[in-house]
């Protein structure tokens, strides 16, 4: 069964500190997706990143990092330098068409980010 | 503006009373996706078309939820009979082609039954 766990339910920091939000997942498939999003108060989902399985390179992208590592099922997100505008609830969701094809999302339950300034 | 939209915003409906969510995807967007969300949890799967083709309703809660998309563009979440139960964010997304590729989402549509 296809699963997705961020066991940080909320986490609090101060304007400037590293931040790393963690993802682990569960798939029987060996074709899939990883993804992040960030859900800010306005509840729209901006996509942040995609990764395929098959790819373990790890990717930066200005203060945003993301470490794959298939080896422990985790797809872990760090905020460097962090800021007030990075306040909001970040997903971690899988995509596989193993079951149905669909290549549905699972989400992860979130993990609200506070940066207090 | 080239994103997904969906309206209406909010809506509040009185238990028993049916509703209708409208998703218009990214203009060109083959696939499309419908989503659940109650409050603080994350996005639960509900349908999924490829282009007027709803190929997996697994999702649906109940059959009082029927998803439509005649035209393979815009599409419509109905609830019938709404009940508490049902309040949450409806959440459309839709990807290029290929259902693997990403989602980009709308803003989602905020029930509220009474």
């Known amino acids: 069964a296809q699963k997705v766990t961020q066991a940080q339910t909320e986490i609090s920091v101060v304007e400037k500190e590293d931040v790393t939000l963690d993802c682990v997942y569960e798939?029987?498939?060996?074709?899939?997706?990883l993804f992040w999003y960030k859900q800010p108060p306005s509840g729209e989902l901006v996509f942040l990143i995609r990764?395929?399985?098959?790819?373990?390179q790890n990717e930066i992208s200005g203060r945003y990092s993301w470490n794959f590592q298939k080896s422990t099922s985790s797809f872990n997100f760090t905020i460097t330098a962090s800021q007030v505008v990075d306040s909001a609830v970040y997903f971690c969701a899988l995509s596989e068409g193993r079951d149905s094809g669909t290549y549905k999302y699972i989400f992860g339950t979130g993990t609200r980010l506070k940066v207090l300034a | 503006g080239a994103g997904v939209s969906q309206s209406p915003r909010y809506k509040v409906a009185k238990r028993g009373q049916d509703v209708a969510l409208r998703c218009d995807p990214i203009s060109g967007h083959v696939s499309l996706f419908w989503y659940q969300q109650a409050l603080g949890q994350g996005p639960e799967f509900l349908t999924y078309f490829q282009n007027e083709a709803q190929l997996d309703k697994s999702g649906l809660p109940s059959d009082r939820f029927f998803a439509e998309r005649p035209e393979g563009s815009v599409s419509t979440l109905k609830i019938q009979r709404t009940q508490q139960e049902d309040s949450a964010v409806y959440l459309c997304?839709?990807?290029?082609?290929?259902?693997?590729?990403?989602?980009?989402f709308g803003p989602g549509t905020r029930l509220l039954v009474l």
């Open positions: 990764r395929n399985s098959f790819d373990e």
């Open positions: 798939t029987r498939d060996t074709t899939y997706y």
């Open positions: 997304a839709s990807s290029f082609i290929a259902p693997q590729e990403t989602q980009y």
